[in-house]
């Protein structure tokens, strides 16, 4: 297994942009952002322009390092181009297992025998998606944490054909971007943290269902008991309903758990998608 030096993220939504923009700050790896969505590049370097600004205005950046870290991703449609120099390749498109195994089959395909071919899937396991690229050992999952710029953590998933050297190389590159992994040596739905926060988050609608408290009772409750900087339904809404309520119905397809919480599945029906469509378990004045 070569050295890392240059990483591809596929999906330049807010976590592949972020992952990238992580990657970049570190200064030593060259970077390709890749998406075939008209428009999107752009976004994703209008909204990273915006975070390096606001680090540049806190006085953790300085102008010129901004600049060059920005000039350190380069953006591309070109998927089988951009993955046949990587070294490492994260896919972070969306949560949808159809459009991760047309990613992951495409990269067998273009990326080297030797690179290591990461998913940033937060509930789906790289056992689903390694066989496809022809060499499992050098598959894993990298999950990182919205937004990535803010959050420490990376949970690094081992596969059942997952080598050591591909975790160990894993591990040591989300040290180098300044990030904390931890290491799961079999994987499981929801990882460790999501597996915690479903088993929250669900207590809470189900208190909340029946009658036992407020949605803002109960997260003032976590909040000043537990010390938890948000409460699961502020959570909710700022990760997104409809996020939350996919994994739960995948988690359910995979036969882990109950089916969703009536009250998550209304208000995702109906369009309530938290912060981003103003209202959720809270109303979000625009």
Same mark, same amino acid.
């Given at each position: 297994?070569?050295?890392i030096k240059n990483v591809t993220v596929v999906g330049a939504g807010t976590m592949g942009s972020q992952i990238a923009l992580q990657t970049a700050l570190a200064g030593r790896y060259r970077v390709t952002l890749v998406d075939a969505v008209p428009g999107q590049l752009d976004r994703a370097r209008a909204q990273n322009r915006k #975070?390096?600004? *606001?680090a540049v205005e806190k006085g953790r950046l300085t102008k010129e390092q901004a600049d060059d870290t920005l000039g350190r991703i380069i953006d591309s449609d070109d998927l089988e181009a951009a993955a046949k !120099?990587?070294?490492l390749v994260i896919e972070a498109v969306i949560e949808e297992y159809d459009t991760k195994k047309s990613v992951f089959t495409a990269l067998g395909n273009a990326s080297r025998k030797d690179a290591i071919l990461a998913s940033n899937s937060s509930t789906i396991a790289i056992s689903r998606l390694a066989d496809l690229t022809g060499n499992a050992a050098r598959c894993c999952n990298m999950? $990182? $944490?919205h937004p990535v710029t803010v959050m420490q953590l990376c949970e690094v998933v081992r596969g059942p054909k997952t080598s050591d050297a591909t975790v160990n190389a894993a %591990?040591?590159?989300?040290? %180098? +971007?300044d990030r904390t992994p931890v290491v799961l040596n079999k994987e499981i739905w929801g990882f460790i943290v999501n *597996? +915690? #926060?479903f088993a929250a988050s669900e207590e809470a609608m189900h208190l909340l269902e029946g009658g036992y408290a407020s949605a803002e009772d109960i997260d003032t409750a976590v909040q000043k008991g537990l010390n938890w900087p948000m409460g699961p339904f502020h959570l909710l809404d700022f990760s997104g309903l409809d996020i939350?309520? !996919?994994a739960m119905k995948d988690r359910h397809r995979q036969g882990e758990g109950g089916d969703a919480p009536e009250v998550l599945r209304k208000l995702v029906e109906n369009g309530n998608l938290g912060r981003k469509t103003g209202k959720g378990f809270f109303e979000y004045p625009k």
């Open positions: 297994m070569s050295e #975070l390096v600004d *606001r !120099g990587a070294d999950h $990182f $944490f %591990t040591e590159f989300v040290r %180098t +971007i *597996r +915690i #926060l939350f309520y !996919g």
